[in-house]
């Protein structure tokens, strides 16, 4: 039975320590060692090793200069592939306070991988995590380090990950989808002159948001509603607003945050962000509450789950749930823009995939979770999209206990690692004709002739810190697209706008994207 209050909000949570064992990985290496062989090579004396001071790389004005002077402040990941070539495959770079060591083969960002130990961590987050100190919040699966991120783990996978639980949210977000649906029919016949759909990426963001809403929260927020309630309308600007300042807080000193005003309008972004939030998971509380007193069944979603299990507290699970919410809009309505934009520009694939979709469900059969197993077009779709696209140009991992070795240098604790995925999934050696869109790359058989490196493309991450969100992201993605392309042709804008990527914390379009959508006969 339900017996939490919400005034349990003001809780905090204690960080323990964090572990990570270490591994001694070098070119050709296994895999797999035991922990004595790991330590002896890693303490071994006679074999001299070269550490991170050995390391080429810009200085920090350097990288001012290519940041401001050079106008890659918001092309962070072509900067990935020029620094390649100017540094070779490791290099270091000095961003602010912060001192990155880039990995750009899908060999070292491996060997870096499958050292990260049992509790993983991507960076300490500070900017993310000072805002929670300074407020008495919970810290999430994004910011928790350690046995507590492991144990916030262990309680929200199985709703997230696990296929049975997953697809139970296939009716929720079909009722997305199909608002979305009735939504691209107005925008076309209000401003589209019939045709065409404008800053489709920021229509698709209002889906996602309402996607992700309607299975955390069990709740919808009328993102998509023909006039869309202003709190909702300040909650979606907020999201979007809090990665921008993200990437401006980082750039400077901690000690100086609480000077700047930038600091400030990055807590009051986060302020409200946790406001919303409180009120959608009070509003449940109190729901179940009623329930409870009246003797009712307390069937729900997930954040009924997660009130019922007695796992966690209110406020962890506030914290965890917002943080959930942040991951899971920009996964899903970056890629579904860049895959209708690489659709409509490629009419044959285009048209596969249309055949696909009728051929798995004629006539008005509605796609749901049962029918995407037998859609491989559409997942390679999806695949390629992120290969060309990831929505994370560069992850990171952070050594907080042992030191490790990858390639031939030696790296101590504390080091901070740059994943770089743009560069890899660009490399012509691993993906042959890196730029064009080529989704038969992830059929399956086509390995003999697409050979790749299973480290050349992983968009949502690897390992026990990979992607928490990934399955009910890719269930929006799969169901928006085939529904989508089973009902419109989808052609480019007839100004022949080229839109290309940038870099905002997240990759995204640099301009609108603005389609046409044509009726397809029958529908």
């Known amino acids: 039975m339900l017996r939490r209050s919400v005034v349990n909000f003001g809780l905090g949570v204690k960080r323990p320590k964090c572990g990570v064992r270490s591994a001694a990985v070098g070119p050709g290496a296994p895999r797999h060692r035991d922990a004595s062989s790991v330590t002896a090579a890693v303490m071994d004396d006679t074999v001299k090793r070269k550490t991170i001071n050995d390391l080429g790389g810009p200085s920090l004005l350097t990288s001012l200069r290519w940041l401001f002077i050079k106008g890659y402040y918001n092309k962070m990941q072509q900067m990935q592939i020029e620094h390649r070539k100017i540094y070779g495959p490791l290099w270091k770079s000095k961003f602010g306070p912060v001192v990155v060591v880039n990995v750009a083969t899908p060999d070292l960002i491996e060997q870096v991988l499958r050292q990260e130990g049992r509790h993983p961590v991507r960076t300490d987050m500070p900017h993310w995590r000072s805002y929670r100190e300074l407020r008495n919040q919970a810290h999430g699966p994004l910011t928790e380090f350690g046995a507590n991120w492991q144990r916030i783990r262990s309680i929200l996978n199985p709703r997230m990950l696990k296929p049975k639980h997953v697809s139970s949210y296939a009716d929720t977000v079909n009722q997305v989808v199909t608002d979305f649906l009735r939504k691209v029919a107005v925008l076309r016949d209000t401003g589209g002159g019939g045709v065409m759909v404008n800053n489709l990426t920021e229509e698709l963001y209002k889906f996602a948001f309402e996607g992700i809403c309607s299975v955390l929260f069990e709740a919808r927020m009328g993102s998509l509603d023909e006039t869309m309630p202003e709190e909702t309308q300040r909650f979606i600007v907020s999201v979007g607003e809090m990665f921008r300042l993200s990437q401006m807080v980082i750039l400077f000193p901690q000690s100086i945050w609480p000077y700047l ?171 042959p004709d890196p730029q064009a869109f080529q989704p038969e790359r992830w059929l399956r058989g086509a390995e003999e002739k697409f050979k790749k490196h299973p480290f050349g493309s992983v968009p949502f991450g690897f390992g026990i810190r990979a992607c928490l969100g990934r399955r009910v992201a890719e269930l929006e993605m799969y169901l928006l697209l085939s529904r989508l392309i089973k009902r419109y042709e989808v052609r480019p804008d007839p100004t022949g706008t080229t839109v290309e990527p940038t870099t905002r914390t997240l990759l995204c379009p640099a301009k609108p994207i603005n389609l046409q959508f044509l009726d397809r006969s029958g529908t």
């Not at 009712?296 to 506030?318: F, K, P, R, W």
């Not at 690489?342 to 004629?362: D, K």
């Open 261 to 431: 005003p930038v600091w400030k309008k990055f807590v009051a972004t986060w302020d409200y962000l946790f406001e919303v939030a409180e009120v959608l998971v009070q509003k449940k509380v109190e729901e179940l509450q009623k329930k409870v007193d009246l003797h009712e069944n307390m069937e729900g979603a997930y954040l009924t789950h997660l009130l019922l299990s007695d796992q966690m507290t209110v406020t962890e699970i506030l914290g965890s749930i917002t943080e959930l919410l942040l991951a899971g809009v920009d996964t899903t309505s970056n890629t579904i823009s860049w895959s209708l934009y690489l659709l409509a520009r490629n009419p044959e694939i285009q048209q596969q995939l249309h055949q696909e979709v009728t051929g798995v469900c004629p006539g008005d059969e509605v796609p749901v979770s049962k029918h995407i197993s037998q859609m491989p077009f559409l997942k390679a779709i999806i695949r390629e999209t992120l290969r060309l696209y990831p929505v994370v140009p560069g992850n990171a991992r952070l050594l907080v206990e042992n030191e490790i070795v990858v390639g031939d240098h030696l790296f101590p604790t504390g080091t901070l690692f740059h994943l770089c995925h743009y560069c890899v999934s660009h490399d012509e050696t691993i993906f």
